[in-house]
């Protein structure tokens, strides 16, 4: 009886400390040669699915290229392998960006908490592969956070570094998913592409298996806005295009449980359009414990941002304050391919030191997290009073996770090679959100200010894109 005892409180350790793993993702590491084959065999065609997050726990979206001449957006879902009674979802078909295909968009509901479900969408000549897709608890549950993923291009007819970042790429997906079997979704602040303008760089992002069963929430970076591909592969929910946005910006949101994420476009300065944003998706989810905002600039960031006016007069000055009247909890950042976290930031000034390992009650101020990239990991030792953590090992990636569970949310990042714990703080909440005015934020200037320089800025640099 001791002997069992002793096994099972042994086999508890094990999942606990993560030493095991069974997986609910195919997310094989493959060798180099592996790779290269099967990115060989895929990167001719233009038809892999982007699992996107839906726009609650009980949604998720998929959206595809199709042939024009034989598509059908269409997605059926069984709880049994052999598909037998599957329900069959109906979409959209939208124009893509070349004139051979048809952009395919289906959403699923109905979704139930901890189930397994097998699907299948059409390629439009048959019901594709089946594919195996877990939902976990829709209140406790964790999430994964990579920074930008910004696969490469192919130059001239030189795939080989595009193919060595879809390597990465899958192999830390299998790092993190074999070490995270628990992860319901992903979240990115954007630069998802290089050039945001070929097909190829999203076949490639969207080759690793485990992206069947693993939805993602996409933003918007500078490298996506280069181009407009980011328009036809993705299938966000409650885009919001705004009044004065053009092109490929737009901010998002959507609900998991009690979290309210707010996606907001880093690369459009017009302050109006994201206030207006905050303010109708706070409105409509009043009841949100937790409200996470996902931005491509690194505000409060690690690295480059440090002393770059771009992001340190202009964008600060657009989003902190929007960041601060809606009373978020967190801001995840991106873009300097640097791994860092603040400590709780408001009004420009550290409100709470954060140390690592440390526990904060109802905290006042807002901790902003800086992911770092996927591949060609480059790091820059820059000091800033509002770091309580960076990360400045070169050559190596990481990642983090959001876990809320109860009253807490557990932020933990991570070495993207072996899965080491680097930086781990817990907040926790047990009061309401505090929101405040605009009008009581800028007791003097007003906010009215930052919205004409920020649309000013916007429209000067909508002009040199449209000229460059
Ligand atoms: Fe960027």
């Known amino acids: ?7 099972l409180i042994c086999l508890i350790m094990i999942f606990n400390t993560g030493l095991i793993a069974f997986s609910d993702f195919e997310a094989e590491k493959l060798t180099r040669e592996e790779w290269d084959q099967l990115y060989s065999s895929l990167v001719k065609y233009n038809n892999l699915p982007t ?8 949604q998720v979206s998929l959206c595809w290229h199709s042939d024009s001449e034989k598509a059908v957006a269409k997605v059926r879902v069984s709880d049994s392998e052999s598909m037998t009674d599957a329900d069959v979802f109906d979409g959209i078909m939208t124009p893509a960006e070349n004139p051979g295909q048809v952009v395919c968009r289906v959403t699923v509901t109905d979704l ?16 594709s592969k089946i594919y195996k897709f877990e939902t976990k608890s829709f209140s406790d549950h964790k999430v994964m956070v990579v920074g930008d993923i910004q696969i490469t291009e192919i130059y001239g007819e030189d795939s080989t570094e595009q193919s060595k970042c879809g390597y990465y790429w899958n192999n830390f997906l299998s790092e993190v998913l074999s070490k995270n079997p628990d992860i319901s979704y992903l979240i990115t602040p954007g630069d998802n592409t290089s050039t945001g ?17 693993l939805p993602m929430a996409l933003a918007i970076g500078n490298h996506d806005k280069k181009g407009m591909t980011y328009n036809y592969y993705t299938n966000m929910p409650n885009e919001d295009y705004g009044r004065f946005f053009s092109g490929l910006d737009r901010d998002f949101w959507f609900r998991y449980g009690d979290v309210l994420y707010l996606f907001f476009d880093s690369t ?53 304050p929007i960041f601060e009247v809606y009373d978020l909890d967190l801001v995840v950042t991106g873009h300097t391919h640097s791994q860092g976290r603040s400590h709780f930031m408001e009004s420009g000034k550290i409100k709470q030191t954060a140390p690592t390992g440390e526990t904060f009650v109802n905290p ?24 309580a953590y960076k990360f400045i090992e070169n050559d190596v990636t990481t990642y983090s996770t959001l876990e809320f569970k109860g ?27 505090n929101d405040k005015t605009v009008s009581k934020f800028f007791k003097k200037l007003g906010y009215k200010v930052i919205e004409l320089l920020g649309f000013a800025y916007t429209m000067v640099d909508n002009l040199v894109r449209k000229f460059s």
């Not at 009886?1 to 096994?7: A, D, G, L, Q, Y």
């Not at 699992?51 to 009980?58: I, K, M, Q, S, W």
């Not at 303008?197 to 069963?213: C, G, H, I, N, V």
Request: aromatic share 10%; with cysteine; charged share 25%.
């Open 1 to 7: 009886m001791k002997k069992s005892i002793c096994v």
């Open 51 to 58: 699992l996107n997050v839906g726009a609650d726990e009980t």
């Open 112 to 127: 139930e908490e901890n189930s397994v479900y097998f699907y299948q969408w059409h390629t439009g000549e048959d019901w």
């Open 197 to 213: 303008s070929t097909d190829a760089e999203w076949q490639t992002l969207l080759m690793p298996e485990a992206l069947r069963s």
């Open 268 to 320: 459009s300065g017009n302050a109006p359009d994201h206030m207006r944003f905050a303010r109708k998706a706070v409105e409509a989810n009043q009841d949100a414990k937790w409200r996470i905002g996902v931005v491509h600039h690194g505000i409060y960031g690690a690295g480059d941002s440090i002393g770059d006016l771009e992001t340190e007069i202009l964008l600060k000055n657009i989003f902190a």
């Open 364 to 387: 006042e101020g807002i901790v902003y997290l800086n992911s770092n990239v996927v591949h060609g990991v480059y790091s820059f030792d820059f000091d800033a009073e509002h770091l």
């Open 407 to 433: 009253d807490k949310l557990i932020l933990e990042t991570r070495r993207g090679d072996n899965s080491e714990l680097l930086d781990s703080i817990v907040i926790e909440k047990t009061q309401e959100h």
